[in-house]
């Protein structure tokens, strides 16, 4: 279980990069493995990234914590964004 969680959130090329790190317990596997057993979450925010034209990662070794990074571009005003 973590006990620091660490939230930035940045802009970087035209879009939005965010950026988890905790000092939890890490991956026991590669991330290939997990997706799609009992970790959807993981699946879920891969395709929710992907779907809005950006792309998500997660990183991590057992023992080490774990990273998840997301980048998902910026609406542009009158491009469905607030008006």
């Known amino acids: 279980m ?11 090329d035209h879009g939005v990069l965010v950026r988890v790190v905790d ?32 792309w998500w990662s997660v990183s991590g070794r057992q023992g080490e914590g774990t990273t998840v ?3 998902v571009p910026a609406l542009m005003y009158g491009e469905g964004g607030v008006s």
């Open 2 to 12: 973590a006990t620091s969680v660490s939230v930035s959130m940045n802009a970087v």
């Open 23 to 54: 000092d939890g317990v890490g991956l026991a596997q590669p991330v290939e493995r997990l997706a799609g057993r009992d970790h959807f979450g993981l699946l879920e925010m891969r395709e929710r990234a992907e779907t809005a034209g950006g």
């Open 69 to 71: 990074m997301f980048w």
